[in-house]
């Protein structure tokens, strides 16, 4: 009796469970529930941040700058400025304004422009360990910055916005006397959608940043939806798709797309593409698939038939042909490298620009872009090192 009671109660919890799961999967079709999903902007960690003090969250006394940029459109945006630690260092005393020392040492050291994941502000404690590593063991001046709708800047989100706000937030190093080739951008989970469409373009403007760096992206937010797992194990999409059109819909109601795969062809910079394998929120396969996206062009195509089995021997030994000829051209062009206890660097070289991809054996998803070997990494790549 006690076990048909424990069946029918966990009946009870797997239906309520269920209901709750299609209600939240349903809602992202509602654009106001999905850029709340994307952005959740209204999580503002840590909460009641004063960034007035930068000092508070870990920085060193009056090395940071707390100011607003304004944008084209007439958003204000919160920003950060980070000199860098052998700048700071050079100092003879602390500096009493903070403002007096950007120009000087923008001319000194290159600067990473770094943009966030979603979620938080520009104080939250994994990004300040971003700067840390950044302007410390990089010794380069960061900038970062709080997108629209986010911490205290002013407006609501969405993608043509946030990149506006990149470009404005590039544009603004510009004018302080940076030239685009000293200054590496840096994005981090949804900031490498951000990115990846600053990336593309500055390259339609042939202006040509020092790099672009992607710390545990996703190829496009569609994809995001087809790979995402809540707390870890259980697939957003799949279980809807055994109800017909209902993944469909949901997929087709997106309007924030960041389409970082669909921008790759327009991307001419050197860029660097980092993930760690235990990456539970975005699963490393999508830089993978970029990675991919950047090597394609500089391989031989296969034409794969488009009936298998009405293919004749003949046909069949072009395609074998075509394989083998892409195999040796890849093998030619690429260059993999095993870290012992730390992961694998590929890396090719063509058009007189670099496209690496860095695979972490451990990092999850907020910590892959702080350890010190990928920084290293990143560092000799760039030339900050």
Not at 176 to 201: C, E, F, W
Not at 237 to 264: E, N
Request: neutral net charge.
């Amino acid at each position: 009796m006690a076990g048909v009671q424990f069946w029918f109660r966990g009946q009870k919890y797997l239906v309520i469970f269920g209901g709750i799961y299609l209600g939240i999967v349903l809602l992202l079709a509602i654009p106001f529930f999905q850029s709340h999903v994307v952005y959740l902007n209204a999580i503002k960690l840590p909460l009641f941040a004063d960034f007035d003090t930068p000092e508070k969250y870990g920085l060193a006394p009056n090395r940071t700058l707390n100011f607003k940029l304004q944008t084209p459109d007439g958003e204000t945006l919160g920003a950060w400025f980070i000199l860098s630690e052998p700048y700071y260092r050079s100092l003879s005393a602390i500096p009493t304004e903070v403002s007096e020392h950007v120009i000087p040492a923008l001319k000194e050291r290159p600067v990473i422009l770094f943009f966030h994941g979603n979620a938080a502000t520009r104080a939250f404690s994994t990004r300040i360990r971003h700067y840390q590593a950044f302007s410390t063991r990089l010794g380069a001046n960061v900038l970062a910055i709080d997108y629209r709708g986010f911490a205290d800047s002013t407006g609501k989100p969405s993608e043509s916005g946030l990149v506006r706000d990149a470009r404005t937030a590039f544009d603004w190093l510009v004018a302080q006397g940076k030239r685009p080739q000293d200054i590496l951008i840096v994005g981090n989970s949804l900031g490498t959608g951000v990115s990846g469409q600053l990336g593309a373009q500055l390259a339609a403007e042939n202006i040509n940043p020092r790099g672009i760096v992607l710390l545990s992206p996703f190829s496009s937010i569609h994809e995001v939806l087809e790979t995402y797992h809540m707390f870890g194990f259980i697939p957003l999409m799949k279980p809807i798709s055994i109800i017909p059109g209902a993944a469909q819909m949901v997929k087709r109601a997106v309007v924030h797309r960041f389409d970082t795969l669909k921008a790759v062809p327009n991307i001419t910079s050197s860029v660097l593409i980092a993930h760690a394998e235990n990456d539970w929120d975005i699963p490393d396969v999508h830089s993978d698939i970029l990675f991919q996206a950047f090597l394609e062009p500089h391989l031989p195509p296969v034409n794969h038939p488009d009936n298998p089995f009405t293919t004749t021997q003949e046909e069949w030994d072009v395609v074998v042909k075509q394989q083998t000829l892409r195999n040796a051209k890849r093998g030619e062009i690429l260059k993999s490298t095993p870290l012992q206890n730390f992961g694998r660097i590929d890396e090719f070289a063509q058009d007189g620009r670099k496209v690496i991809l860095v695979k972490t054996l451990a990092g999850g998803h907020d910590y892959v872009g702080i350890q010190e070997g990928l920084v290293d990494i990143i560092g000799k790549n760039f030339a900050l090192l």
